[in-house]
Structure formats: structure tokens, C-alpha cells
């Protein structure tokens, strides 16, 4: 039988080590990167499966907008700001194309997985803990959002807007916003009763947070107290240091930008690490 | 005597009112199938769960492989594999994408991946559907698949939650093979279940676990031997004469139980003379498990 050869060639198991010392010379650390790439291997196989709708998507989805925007806005409007209208609408649409590639699945797979098809429990019985779970999903879906927030400018190109060396930053911009949003998602999830709560997160959170963010007008434009929402909102954020960046305009101001978004991945991480793992461990 | 595989002292857990684990204490010795048996609700699936850290007791001390739970959860995960009482397999992956996905998991090493997928799927007896997505399964070959993603990384110990329920008797039969092979290679197997011919077959020693806590345990056949005797007399008959029955059973004390159209009464080896007519059979461990944890349903 195959179990025949079990002991001499396993794997992992090795003599029992029940004593306190050698188990604690088998410690094993926190966020192991095996456990991560485990994690994430699971994710790249289901994306195998549906990488040709996905990137369908993100290349329509900007196109709908330039088409919209450009031509039939752009025809009225040749500027926003003193920005060609395609180019700020190229740039801008890139937020949002990050912004729905990250809090979307952030929400949706976390709470199928779990709830539904409770793939997250079988993991948990593997040597994976809480922590390097949510930071593998966060990680995954971040990546592919940084990638795919490229598919607005790849579009605009196509608009006429000119290559720019700064653009090389916008995968890393779209890949730590997109990691706040991913993590913001799964920390949605943790907390929604129901899958039809996230309605309530994508129709008052989502949409406003999209339209106030500099995306399709200036921010400047709107009455002061929405002016002072936008300053707290992420996506504003990011919609600045993509255009910035995009349009060879970075400055000190950038700093801060990337700073507000920086601390906005790292406090929904941890957020969604403790509301998730309250409700995965009971 | 070597150290236990898993060993829960004092062990309580509480969610909201109910208390699903009260005071349990349990050895699991190595090398042994362990069986855990209860009716539902008697707290076995919340053991299991315990055992992998991902509930957390209230109260009491929990070791696995040498390994202090809940904060070495994780070294002694590595040795050990689960199989769930619920299939939480990925629906859209195939049976060889799962396999790997798990290899990694529990750390093979990457040269060692493809062998492992493949002794996996010899295990679950799926090479022929290596390719197929979970969706397509059929339910037996779903709970073979999970198996063999237990095994996947030659576990030391391997915790089975009701390995065979909702199971055709192919595919339970099967299934027991299987267990009786893993543990004749010396790994530990502890095994939850409420179906009792499962765990007089396949254990060699069951704990009987009620209301949170383990109310009997040894051999099947000692618990048998202890709590119901050698023989049991059924007595079969309209109502009327099982209620006699029943009433002579009664004022003799003889301890008795309704076994669907008769009465069966326990220890009929002793019965003497008074013994009414009726078949004699050997006892078996539904009748200890009836015994132990009584008649009624909750």
C-alpha cells in the first residue's frame, strides 16, 4: 500500500520532539514567506481560470470611460485645470480601475471563501495562521490591481496621451492603494452579515469616494466641505501622484500623497487582520 | 510509555449560553485510531476544531505532538493532517490544482511536490480525474479528494471529523481501508463519529463523549463488556407484551433499552430463569453507546 514507506520518507514529520527546547528550536516566525506563497499559489491558479474576463474588463472599462469622457466631454472641454482633458481623465480613471480591482475582490472572494465555500478553514488547519492569510489575499489582489491599474494609461495611449517615464511609477502607486482598498474589502466582509450588505458599502462608500477624488473633475471645484472629504479619501491621493507622476509634474507635495496612502495600507492590514481573525478563530 | 499525540486537560469552551465542551480531559497515546463517538452535539466536532487552534479553549491545557496549543498551533499543524467533517474544497480548482496548492501549504519541499500530488491521487484513487474540476465530482470522490489533502505531506497525525457521513457503503467501505492502512503505517488517527459500527471496526480505542465531556473509554469491546454485558435478549412482540416485558424488566431492575420492535434487554447472560423468550445475540457497541448516553433525543 502507498502508506507503506510512511515515516522514513515523510516530508515534515520527524521523530516526536515533545520537549519545551526543541520545540522551541522549531519555532517557526511570523508571516513565513513559504506560508504567503502557498497562500498566493492558490490565488494565481483560480486566476488562471479567469485572467481572459478579468483583463476584458479592465481594458473595456477605461475605454467606456475615454469614449465617454474624451470625446463627447473632451469635444466641450479641452482642458481640466490646465490639464488636457484626455490626459486627466486617462490618469484619473487609473484610481479607478484600482479602486474596483482591490475593494471588489477584497469583499466578494473573502466572503466566499470563507462563508461559502470555507476554503479559509482548510487553510487554517494547515501550518498557515490568520495574519499570513489576509496578508497573502491583500498581497495577491493588490499585485494584480498595481497591473492592472496600468490598463487606463495603455487605453489613453491609444487617446493620444504621451509616454512618460513617471508612468513606471504607477503600478507601485496602484499597488499600495489598491492594498488599502484590498484590505479595506476583506475588513467589509468580516463585518457584513449578509453578501447583500456590501451594497451598502459599494453605493454609499465606494461611489462617493470615486467621484470625490479628483478622478473625472477637480477636486477644487466642489463646495468647501466636500474639498475637505477629499483630503481624507485615498483615492484622492492616489489620483494625485498618478497624474503627478504621468504627467512629469511630481513634486514635495507627492510626499505627502504617498504617505496618506501608505498609512492607509497599513491600517486597514491590521484592521482586517483582527476583524477577520476574530471571526475565523472562535 | 511515549508521550501522548494529544492530550487535553480540564478542557472547556463555552459560545454564548451552551457550553460545548465542559471539563474534557483526553490522552490520544501514539500509533493508535482513536475513536470519538457521541451523539450530536455532544461536542466532538469543537474538540476537532480545538485541536487545529482555530476555536480556542476558555479554560485548560491542550498539547499536540509535544506542541503547546494554541501558541505552537502551528508547528504541530505541520505533522499533522485534517480532514473536515464539511467539504471545503475549492469548487473551481482541479483535483491536481488543490493537491499542490496543499503541498505548499504544508511545506513540501518543491522537488518532492509532483511525487506527493501523485501519491495523493493514487491515494483518493483519482488519478483518472487528476484534470477535473471539484465541481464535476461526484460526492464520494469530493471526500476522497479531502483525504488525500490531508495526507498530502505524510502527516504523523491525522484528525478525521465524521470521515464517512452521507457516504454510500462503497465508498465508506473504502474509506476505512483507507484508515486502517494509515494506521497500520503508525500514524495516529483520531477520528470523530456517531456512526458506532465505524468506530468498533476501525478503533482500538473509544472514548464516549457526552455533554461536553468524555463519559467512558477503553477497547470497544471492554466498553461493551463494562456497561451492557455479553449477551442481549430481544424480545419481540405486539405493545402490549413489550410493555409487560418492559415492566418485568423494571421490577427486576435488569437494565433495558427499546431497540425499534422489541425490547432489548442488557446482560441476558445473567438473566437466570426469569429471562422471558426472545433472541439472544451478542451485545455490541450500540448497545453500550445507547447505555451510556441514553435513549432520548435531544
Known amino acids: ?282 | 510509555m511515549a508521550a501522548a499525540a494529544i492530550s487535553l486537560q480540564g478542557v472547556s469552551k463555552r459560545f454564548g449560553e451552551i457550553k460545548a465542551v465542559n471539563g474534557l480531559d483526553l490522552e490520544v497515546p501514539p500509533g493508535v485510531c482513536f475513536g470519538l463517538l457521541g451523539p450530536n452535539g455532544a461536542g466532538k466536532s469543537t474538540t476537532m476544531r480545538m485541536l487545529t487552534a482555530q476555536t480556542l479553549a476558555d479554560e485548560g491545557a491542550i498539547s499536540v505532538l509535544g506542541f503547546e496549543l494554541p501558541g505552537e498551533s502551528k508547528q504541530s499543524r505541520l505533522e499533522m493532517g485534517v480532514v473536515p467533517q464539511l467539504d471545503n474544497l475549492d469548487q473551481e480548482l482541479t483535483c491536481r490544482q488543490i493537491l499542490t496548492v496543499f503541498a505548499r501549504l504544508y511545506r513540501v519541499p518543491r522537488g518532492e511536490r509532483t511525487e506527493a500530488v501523485t501519491r495523493a491521487l493514487e491515494i483518493a484513487n483519482l488519478q483518472p480525474r487528476a484534470d477535473t474540476i471539484v465541481k464535476e465530482l461526484s460526492g464520494g470522490m469530493r471526500r476522497r479528494l479531502l483525504v488525500a489533502r490531508g495526507l498530502i505531506h505524510r502527516p504523523r497525525l491525522v484528525l478525521l471529523d465524521e470521515p464517512t457521513v452521507g457516504l454510500d457503503p462503497q465508498v465508506r467501505q473504502e474509506l476505512w481501508t483507507l484508515i486502517d492502512g494509515l494506521r497500520a503505517s503508525g500514524v495516529t488517527v483520531l477520528m470523530s463519529t456517531h456512526y458506532i459500527e465505524e468506530a468498533e471496526r476501525l478503533a482500538d480505542t473509544v472514548a464516549v463523549m457526552s455533554g461536553g465531556r468524555i463519559i467512558a473509554q477503553g477497547t470497544p469491546a471492554e466498553l461493551v463488556r463494562a456497561h451492557v454485558g455479553e449477551e442481549v435478549l430481544e424480545v419481540y412482540g405486539p405493545p402490549e407484551r413489550l410493555a409487560e416485558v418492559d415492566a418485568l424488566a423494571s421490577s427486576n431492575g435488569w437494565s433495558r433499552r427499546r431497540s425499534g420492535p422489541a425490547v432489548a434487554i442488557m446482560r441476558a447472560e445473567s438473566l437466570d430463569g426469569l429471562a422471558p423468550e426472545g433472541v439472544r445475540r451478542p451485545a455490541n457497541l450500540e448497545d453500550a453507546f445507547v447505555a451510556l448516553t441514553g435513549e432520548e433525543i435531544e
Open chain 1, 1 to 282: 500500500m502507498s502508506w507503506s514507506s510512511q515515516g522514513e520518507t515523510a516530508a515534515v514529520g520527524r521523530a516526536p520532539a515533545p520537549s519545551g527546547a526543541q520545540a522551541s528550536a522549531r519555532r517557526i516566525g511570523r508571516l513565513e514567506p513559504a506560508a504567503l506563497a502557498g497562500v498566493m499559489s492558490r490565488d494565481v491558479a483560480i486566476f488562471g481560470r479567469y485572467w481572459k474576463a478579468t483583463t476584458f474588463s479592465s481594458i473595456v472599462q477605461p475605454t467606456i470611460y475615454l469614449l465617454a469622457f474624451g470625446l463627447g466631454f473632451g469635444t466641450l472641454v479641452k482642458t481640466i485645470g490646465h490639464v488636457k482633458t484626455i490626459e486627466y481623465i486617462g490618469t484619473g480613471t487609473v484610481a479607478t480601475a484600482v479602486l474596483f480591482s482591490s475593494a471588489f475582490p477584497g469583499m466578494f472572494n473573502t466572503f466566499i471563501r470563507w462563508q461559502f465555500q470555507r476554503t479559509y478553514d482548510a487553510m487554517l488547519a494547515a501550518p498557515v495562521d490568520v495574519e499570513e492569510l489576509i496578508t497573502a489575499e491583500v498581497l495577491w489582489i493588490s499585485l494584480r490591481a498595481g497591473v492592472y491599474g496600468m490598463a487606463p494609461i495603455l487605453v489613453a495611449f491609444a487617446f493620444g496621451l504621451q509616454p512618460e517615464w513617471g508612468m513606471l511609477l504607477v503600478p507601485l502607486i496602484g499597488f499600495v492603494t489598491g492594498f488599502g482598498f484590498a484590505a479595506f474589502g476583506v475588513t467589509v466582509a468580516a463585518i457584513a452579515k449578509t453578501i447583500d450588505n456590501f451594497n451598502y458599502i459599494t453605493s454609499a462608500v465606494l461611489t462617493p469616494m470615486f467621484l470625490v477624488a479628483g478622478t473625472f473633475f477637480p477636486v477644487s471645484s466642489l463646495p468647501d466641505g466636500i474639498r475637505q472629504v477629499a483630503q481624507v479619501n485615498p483615492l484622492y491621493h492616489c489620483v494625485q501622484l498618478v497624474r503627478d507622476a504621468s504627467l512629469g509634474t511630481l513634486g514635495t507635495a507627492d510626499l505627502g500623497h504617498a504617505a496618506v496612502l501608505l498609512a492607509f495600507a497599513v491600517i486597514m492590514w491590521r484592521l482586517a487582520i483582527s476583524q477577520l481573525g476574530k471571526r475565523l478563530i472562535d
